[in-house]
């Protein structure tokens, strides 16, 4: 079974712009979860949705965003980018049924802010 | 000027010997816990979890211990290898069906060969 896709694996930006960010999840999983990773701050939880619906929140500014599709599916969108939010991002999907609770992580979107 | 990032503790020890990674968590609430680890280019992978009605798991060379009284999870690795090398998380996750999870500064293992 293939695992958690993200896209693209870099990105290079400048102050101001926005990006998109896709995730994949595990064929069969619902949930989907959304964390950025720095140096500085460790990795911290963004948002999660499930079957379309954000379901819970981080503590991010509105400048950060994302849906999830049908298919499950899922998108963060980041607008006015600033140099801070050069990090890594990372997608996790979760089956969330029979008691199984794993997050699965994708290897990441790298992204760079100049 | 110099930048300022988390300072992961860090572990090193010989390959063949037992590792111990230990880590506190914070919210007396949480009642499902995961270790993961994590190599360098790559996102954290899943290596074993625990639900807070049980003091310990054992999985593949792998233990999770889990003290509630004190707030404290810990990870042992038998034989570790080179393999092994990498930051370990822990992450703890408030209910079942909540997916809002609170991931530990991670501790850093390097295993000698």
């Known amino acids: 079974k293939a695992g958690v896709t993200q896209t693209p694996r870099y990105l290079i930006k400048t102050r101001g712009q926005q990006v998109t960010l896709s995730c994949s999840p595990i064929?069969?999983?619902?949930?989907v979860s959304w964390y950025q990773q720095t140096p500085g701050q460790g990795l911290q939880f963004l948002f999660e949705?499930?079957?379309?619906?954000?379901?819970n929140k981080g503590n991010f500014p509105g400048r950060f965003s994302g849906r999830q599709f049908s298919n499950s599916r899922s998108e963060m969108n980041v607008s006015t980018l600033e140099l801070g939010d050069s990090a890594l991002y990372l997608c996790?999907?979760?089956?969330?049924?029979?008691?199984?609770?794993?997050?699965?992580f994708g290897a990441g979107t790298r992204l760079s802010v100049l | 000027g110099e930048s300022v990032g988390l300072h992961l503790p860090t572990l090193s020890v010989q390959e063949g010997d037992n590792s111990i990674i230990n880590c506190a968590y914070s919210?007396?609430?949480?009642?499902?816990f995961i270790w993961y680890k994590q190599e360098s280019g790559k996102g954290p992978q899943f290596i074993i979890d625990?639900?807070?009605?049980?003091d310990k798991r054992q999985g593949q060379r792998v233990t999770v211990l889990l003290n509630k009284t004190v707030k404290h999870l810990s990870l042992q690795i038998a034989a570790t290898q080179p393999g092994d090398s990498a930051v370990y998380f822990c992450?703890?996750?408030?209910?079942?069906?909540?997916?809002?999870?609170?991931f530990g500064a991670g501790t850093r293992l390097t295993v000698k060969p």
């Open positions: 996790a999907s979760s089956l969330q049924a029979g008691g199984e609770n794993i997050q699965y």
């Open positions: 064929s069969g999983h619902r949930s």
């Open positions: 949705y499930f079957s379309e619906t954000q379901r």
């Open positions: 919210n007396s609430a949480s009642d499902y």
């Open positions: 625990i639900r807070s009605n049980m």
């Open positions: 992450a703890e996750n408030i209910g079942l069906h909540n997916n809002d999870m609170r």
